[in-house]
């Protein structure tokens, strides 16, 4: 399957009952414009019914600092226990929807269901953004979001991991070399980076003859340890 994938925690919540948290690792972005989202959930699972009742639900990000949580709700059912309760999680009033956010959670997402999608052994809950709410500490003074530096968590094959070492940034693979500059006519390296072509003939003669010269060396090793057997 498809590994690692995002573990996030679903707040819900019935009108006139205590609200709920599962945690789901199938869920994603699906849509742009409008923004829209999935989680999938199993019929049996105490959640599933009051977020199809209800309609709506609130994805929590999951970092390491709740890491604990996560798992927590992931294997307790709301039915016995009360879990923002149990966790000493805190209700967050949601700007759009009734169900509250986590307040511990670095980012919610309010979401407002569309489809329902039936697929087996899971129901597809396809649903619109309705509203965003993230912690101020992860705004830099632009309002730009640096989500990547709250330790965020992922699932793979049954075990919780903290989000590793950037290896790179979105179109990293097609940006220009620092030592190349444009003309008009396209594009043009440093007249430095260029080799001489005998160069390359000069540098390969070498490798032969060290080639040769090795392979020497290790016929005479076996010929002198042929005869000190004799």
């Known amino acids: 399957m498809l590994y690692p994938i995002p573990a996030v925690m679903v707040s819900c ?4 009952e205590r609200p709920n948290i599962i945690t789901i690792a199938w869920a994603g972005t699906v849509n742009t414009s409008p923004a829209m989202v999935s989680i999938s959930i199993r019929r ?26 996560a798992d927590f709700c992931g294997v307790r059912s709301g ?10 999680l805190t209700e967050l009033e949601s700007q759009h929807i009734k169900t509250p956010s986590i307040a511990e959670s670095p980012l919610n997402i309010e979401c407002r269901v569309k489809q329902i999608l039936p697929l087996g052994s899971h129901d597809m809950f396809v649903a619109e953004v309705l509203g965003v709410t993230v912690e101020d500490s992860y705004l830099d003074e632009g309002g730009k979001l640096n989500l990547n530096q709250s330790g965020l968590v992922t699932y793979s094959h049954g075990a919780y991991f903290e ?3 950037k290896l790179g940034k979105f179109g990293f693979s097609v940006e220009k070399d620092r030592k190349t ?6 594009t043009r390296r440093n007249p430095s980076d260029k080799k001489n072509p005998s160069d390359k003939s000069k540098k390969r003669d070498k490798d032969n003859n060290k080639r040769k010269h090795q392979g020497n060396q290790g016929k005479q090793k076996q ?3 042929k005869d000190r057997k004799r």
Do not use: P, W
């Open 79 to 88: 039915r016995q226990v009360d879990k923002f309760r149990e966790l000493g």
């Open 181 to 186: 500059e444009k003309n008009g006519q396209g």
């Open 13 to 16: 919540m019935r009108e006139g």
């Open 163 to 165: 989000l590793g070492k």
């Open 223 to 225: 010929v002198e340890k």
């Open 44 to 69: 049996e699972r105490y959640s599933y019914d009051i977020i199809k009742e209800s309609k709506e639900f609130v994805i929590n990000l999951v970092n390491k600092e709740l890491a604990y949580a």
